[in-house]
Every structure is written in structure tokens, then in C-alpha cells.
């Protein structure tokens, strides 16, 4: 029985396919220790059991620590996006409503409302 863990939607065949594309090694740091697949898109979780994507461009040979390094950077917002967000609560703290913030950054009222709230959680 295999382990089911992060890749559990990756075949076997998927998996030494990508590992023997990418010669064994980490395609970050080149190590050949505790090797993981990685999907580029980031849908390995998803629960809707697609397949598509499992193909090779979408997939990658990490090994473990860089695996979880990139995991933990994805889960923070980008700087730019940081940026944005800062600026989104500014405008609100201004007393602009959602839709008038949205149309500023092209975003949807329910998304501004949404990045509002999360950022005066993170405030608190
Ligand atoms: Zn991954
Ligand atoms: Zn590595």
C-alpha cells in the first residue's frame, strides 16, 4: 500500500515518469533525498479528481525541503499584492465603498470586501 499523502492523485507511472525526466534530482537544488512531485499549478489537492493536471509540463521533481519552501512562499501574497491590499485598506480607511475600490483595482466588490476583512484580522 502506498503512503496516501500530498500526490495521492498522482499515479505511480506519473510519478517515475517525472522523476526519471528530471534524472532523480531536485530541479531546485539537485538533491536525490526524499523527492516529491509538484504541481506548478498548485491543484494537486483538488478533490475533483481531474487528471489534467498531471501532465508533464505541470509537474516537477522537488525534493522535499524545496518542496516546502515553495509551498510556504505560495502561501504568502506576493509583495505587488501585499502592496495592493495595503493600499485597499487605505482608500477604505478613506471611507470609499467596496465598488468604488474595486473598479480602482479592477477587482470585484465581494473581493475587496474579502481582502478588507482578511487584512483587519491580520491588524487585530
Ligand atoms: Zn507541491
Ligand atoms: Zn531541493
Request: charged share 25%.
Amino acid at each position: 500500500m502506498n503512503l496516501k499523502s500530498a500526490n495521492a492523485t498522482l499515479s505511480d507511472a506519473d510519478r517515475e515518469r517525472i522523476l526519471k525526466r528530471d534524472n532523480y534530482q531536485c530541479r531546485f537544488c539537485g538533491s536525490d533525498k526524499n523527492l516529491d512531485i509538484h504541481h506548478r499549478d498548485g491543484k494537486s489537492y483538488s478533490k475533483k479528481g481531474s487528471d489534467s493536471n498531471n501532465e508533464d509540463h505541470n509537474l516537477i521533481t522537488l525534493c522535499h525541503q524545496c518542496h516546502l519552501k515553495l509551498h510556504a512562499q505560495q502561501k504568502k501574497p506576493s509583495q505587488e499584492v501585499a502592496k495592493r491590499n495595503e493600499n485597499i485598506l487605505k482608500y477604505y480607511q478613506k471611507g470609499m465603498s467596496y465598488r468604488a475600490i474595486g473598479n480602482m483595482f479592477h477587482l470585484s466588490h465581494t473581493q475587496v470586501m474579502n481582502i478588507i476583512h482578511d487584512l483587519k484580522q491580520e491588524a487585530v
